[in-house]
Nanobody, 126 residues
Framework: QIQLVESGGGLVQAGGSLRLSCAAS?????????IGWFRQAPGKEREFLARIGWSGRSTDYSDSMKDRCTISRDNEKKIVYLQMTTLEPEDTAVYFC??????????????????RGQGTQVTVSS
């Protein structure tokens, strides 16, 4: 089973940038897993942001974030990153990463992940 721990959240001013990290542990399953990023704000539904296939060659973004974020992974370090730019107060939420036992993105619905982390708070001030 894979364990995920997010970091990199915090307080940022509107227009700023953040890079979130998702560190994995728990054996070799990270290398064959797709990893995704989601967020959830108080009173709102969970929102898919981006995901990346096991090799890093395939990525998938939500329409709302595709122009403002980039997902990448370092399989040697077992970390997946989410670089976000031009942040707005509406981006305030808990951001968490999730792992899919299936390593390919094709035919895998974004919400069909198998494991998730606890999340990291991102607060964007106006």
């Amino acid at each position: 089973q894979i364990q995920l721990v997010e970091s990199g959240g915090g307080l940022v001013q509107a227009g700023g940038s953040l890079r979130l990290s998702c560190a994995a542990s728990g054996g070799r399953s990270f290398y064959t897993s797709a990893i995704g990023w989601f967020r959830q704000a108080p009173g709102k539904e969970r929102e898919f942001l981006a995901r990346i296939g096991w090799s890093g060659r395939s990525t998938d973004y939500s329409d709302s974030m595709k122009d403002r974020c980039t997902i990448s992974r370092d399989n040697e370090k077992k970390i997946v990153y989410l670089q976000m730019t031009t942040l707005e107060p509406e981006d305030t939420a808990v951001y968490f990463c999730a792992a899919y036992e299936k390593g390919y993105l094709k035919d895998t619905p974004p919400n069909s992940f198998n494991y998730r982390g606890q999340g990291t708070q991102v607060t964007v001030s106006s």
